[in-house]
Every structure is written in C-alpha cells, then in structure tokens.
C-alpha cells in the first residue's frame, strides 16, 4: 500500500532517479537487511546520478555537435597522422578551458579534426561546460542573415557565452569587411572569459593571410593564437584507410 503514493509523492517533486531506485529496492530480498539511512544513501545516489545525467543530455544536445558520438575514450593513437597523446590527454582534463585557453588543430582533410574536436566538445559537456559548435561557413551566413532580421544581439550573445565555443572548418575563403568586424567583436568578448577551438586545414602561420586586413588580422590572431595549444596534425586520409579496410574486410 505504501509502494504507490511514495512512487506518486517521488514523480510529483520530479525525483525521478529515486522513484526508479525505490522500485529497484523493494524487489530485492537485500534491501529488508538494509538500513534507513543505507536506504536513503542509495536513493540519494541515484537522483543525483539521474540528475547529472539529465544536464549533461542537455549540454549535448545544445552542442550541436558535428559528430554527436566522438568520444575521448574512442581516439585511435596508432593512426598515421602525428597526434600528441600526452598533450591530447592533458587536454581532455579540460583544464585549458577552465583557464580560457584556445586550441589550434590544423591538418589536411581527412586527418580528423572535426571528430577529434567534438570528442573534446563531448568532454567537456561530461565536465559541466556548456559547448556550441558552429561551421565557420555556416557562421558567416547566420551572422549575415541575423544582421537583417534582427536577431544578432541574440546570436552575439549565445556565441559569447558558451565555455567553449568550437568553430570547424577555418578558411580558406578570405574574409570580407563584415565578416572581420563580427569575428574581431566575437574573439574579443570571448577573450579571457572563455575557450575557442578552431579546426583547419591551412596551417595557423596563413591564416592572417584568410583575414585579408592587417589591423583585424593582428588583433584577431593575438588573441586566438597567444597562449593557445596546438594540435598539428599530418598524414593520410583516415577515410581513404577506412575505406580500403573495409573493402579488404568485403573481398575476404
């Protein structure tokens, strides 16, 4: 009698996770052995894990990221294309972002920047930052159409406050008027007070050269690249491999 209005009182207040672990309790034989306060332990446990869960769906979903399903844990080290492990490894503490440093990853297409990027995206929502990844293309174009219909402010604001802020795909279109002064006033409020990573395939020496104007381009690049750690990635591409493997795997 009292499994039902304790399960109705539990919904009611939205502890979810403790309703769940009531019922899983009350149909073990161990739980009678338990006492009040284990009982309590164990229902606490499990609302603040549902909990955590929850916030950390949440952060994902407003990630958008590329790839949704890169994660640190999946990173393949024995691939051909010069990644640092130790500094990989030291980045997915995420200490970087907690001190609102940059991340540079550069390499040629195939090479898995995006997908090394999101899985610190992915990260770093399991360590409670909120992430926002854009394209850099793509971008460009909100950012054009949001100054027409009046939705920039809102933009601007969203692009500024995200911990980290991931921005794929860099160049190599030069930049024009408007693009510069958006990317200047985004890299300027972010500066200090949160972390970018940039992916691309132009090394990072070129890409005051994709600014295409001196005064932004010095400004820009202070501030992306001062104190900023890189990724320099080399190598063939990781789809053609993939892809030769998996035709090995068919003709076998």
Known sequence: MLNHPTLDQLKELKLDGMADAFVELQAQDRAADLSHPEWLGLLLDRETANRSTKRFNTRL??????HVGA?????????????????????????????????????????GKTWLGCALGQNACRHGYTVLYKRVPRLFAELELAHGDGRFPRLFR??????LLILDDWGPDRLNASQRRDLLEIIEDRHGAGSTMITSQLPVHTWHDVIDEPTFGDAIM????????????DGPSMRKSQGNQTEQEQSA
């Open 222 to 233: 202070d501030r992306i690249s001062h104190n900023a750690y890189r990724l320099e990635l």
């Open 71 to 111: 994660s640190i844990e999946d990173v393949d080290y024995r691939a051909s294309r010069k990644l640092d492990k130790a500094l990989f490894q030291q980045l997915a503490t995420c200490n970087w972002i907690r001190h609102h440093r940059c991340l540079l990853i550069t390499g040629p297409c195939g090479v």
């Open 158 to 163: 969203t692009l500024v406050k995200a911990d």
């Open 61 to 66: 979903r407003a990630a958008r990221l590329r």
